[in-house]
């Protein structure tokens, strides 16, 4: 998979002379096992390619051949620089897995969390190979839709750790999501500890720096036991797998269009605010049609009375005013983002902006200069136009790019999701 043109580079590039080595002492520590070694290399292919600082990464590259005889990885010892990096991409893709042209799809990795609930209590919960379920025909998941999830992202940061973003979040939000649905709370220790050892037992999984992908992380619980009158089960399954991905949105953070809904996402209190996958079901047949007539994403009006931005089938709403301020849409019947409440942070506290949480009437929405979605799989997706039944709105950000603003927001949330930007503390959880 490695092509001639990228061959010639690396030879001309190791051919040029005069290397200083004082990082290769600095990136040594970093090194602890092959995946390691890959993901720091993938790093710098990526700046390499693209920065071409060349005697910084020429230092890098030595590093590289170094740790390769002092982690004794491999054999090989003195082999030319540029067969060292054939051997390096040959790992790179040793999960046959082109990290770079991931989309947003299901690719069974190793292991997965198990938890069941019964008699009244949850049981330690194991890691399984067994990425099916077997559960009863009657199960309450199956018969009244009894069943919430979550979900999460593992990076690997720019020195070569492995982070999952504030995941205490989830735990907290999906205890919420229980509750509502008369389900027994996963308890939120364990749930962030759930979280930690099934990234850990996927490690090779977590796709490198640089690489554009991450690895999303699914937890989920559903009513197991049969139940046949309208009533909460009474046995739940606890379970949290974990997939590569790339961006929700095709084409990655490009302006997307999308168009008004005629359907409604939630009921005033109802479950909105919840996630539950009840929600997700009853938003199929408006995505279904959203897609067929060419959009990426339904925009939801509250049910009440269809004048307020509420949000689209998976993210949250930010806005950029003219005078570049961030307003988001504040409703009882969407979902607590945590995107969005880190953007809103971020926003305040990193780049100095106005930040207004409120109502949104979707007759304002036209005078907005920026329009994006936000979520965990969306992270930021820039909004480029939105159709109401024919009448387009196009945001003067255009569809060409994300807006200026917009993107400082991503730069500095990717940027600390990353570890390129220092984070608030508390948001990272350190997995390795
Ligand atoms: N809104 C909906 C309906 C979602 O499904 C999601 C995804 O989780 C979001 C918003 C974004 O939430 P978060 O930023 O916590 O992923
Ligand atoms: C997420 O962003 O984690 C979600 O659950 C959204 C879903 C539409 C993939």
Same mark, same amino acid.
């Given at each position: ?66 740790? @390769? ?50 008699? !009244? ?7 399984? +190979? ?40 989830? &735990?907290?939000?999906? /205890? ?8 027994? %709370? ?26 554009? /992908? ?5 937890? @989920? ?7 046949? $009158? ?35 996402? &939630? ?8 996630? &539950? ?12 049609? &959203?897609?067929?007539?060419?959009? /990426? ?15 689209? $089938? !998976? ?28 953007? +809103? ?38 909004? $480029? ?10 945001? %003067?950000? !255009?569809?060409?790019?994300?807006? %200026? ?9 990717? $940027? ?17």
């Amino acid at each position: 998979t490695v092509d001639a043109e990228r061959i010639s580079f690396y030879i001309q590039f190791f051919s040029a002379d005069g290397c200083d080595l004082s990082l290769f002492y600095h990136f040594l520590h970093l090194i602890h096992s092959q995946a390691d070694l890959i993901s720091i290399y993938y790093k710098f292919y990526h700046y390499l390619t693209s920065n071409a600082n060349y005697l910084f990464y020429k230092n890098v590259f030595f590093y590289l051949t170094s740790a @390769y005889e002092v982690t004794k990885i491999d054999s090989i010892k003195k082999c030319q620089l540029w067969q060292l990096i054939l051997i390096l991409e040959e790992k790179l893709m040793a999960k046959d897995i082109d990290w770079s042209n991931l989309g947003f799809g299901y690719i069974q990795t190793e292991k997965r969390y198990v938890s069941n609930f019964k008699d !009244g209590a949850w049981d330690d919960g194991v890691l399984t +190979e067994d990425a099916t379920v077997t559960i009863s025909e009657c199960a309450g998941v199956l018969q009244y839709a009894q069943t919430i999830f979550e979900g999460m992202k593992a990076y690997t940061t720019e020195d070569g750790k492995i982070v999952v973003f504030r995941p205490d979040l989830n &735990a907290a939000r999906m /205890a919420d999501s229980a509750r509502r649905l008369e389900m027994p %709370p996963f308890p939120e220790d364990r749930f962030v500890d759930a979280i930690v050892k099934t990234v850990e037992a996927n490690i090779d999984y977590v796709p490198p720096y640089g690489s554009g /992908a991450t690895l999303y992380i699914r937890p @989920y619980m559903f009513g197991s036991n049969p139940v046949i $009158g309208v009533k909460p089960a009474s046995e739940y399954q606890f379970r949290v797998f974990c997939t590569p991905v790339g961006p929700y949105f095709k084409g990655g953070a490009k302006p997307i269009v999308i168009k008004v809904s005629d359907f409604d996402r &939630a009921a005033p209190h109802g479950t909105g605010h919840i996630k &539950a996958g009840l929600n997700y079901a009853m938003s199929l047949h408006a995505i279904v049609t &959203a897609h067929e007539e060419g959009f /990426a994403e339904n925009m939801y009006l509250d049910a009440a009375t269809r004048t307020k931005v509420e949000e689209t $089938g !998976g993210a949250n709403f930010i806005f950029i005013t003219k005078d570049g301020k961030l307003v988001t849409p504040k409703s009882n019947s969407i979902l607590p983002s945590i995107t969005r409440r880190s953007i +809103e942070y971020v926003a305040k506290e990193y780049l100095g902006l106005e930040v207004e949480e409120r109502e949104v009437f979707f007759d304002e929405v036209k005078d907005f200069a920026e329009c994006g979605l936000c979520g965990t799989a969306a992270v930021i997706s820039p909004v $480029g136009k939105i159709n109401d039944h024919g009448k387009e709105i196009c945001f %003067p950000a !255009g569809m060409e790019e994300m807006g %200026p603003v917009t993107k400082k927001i991503y730069d500095t949330l990717t $940027g600390i999701q990353m570890g390129r930007i220092e984070a608030p503390e508390g948001w990272l959880k350190v997995i390795k």
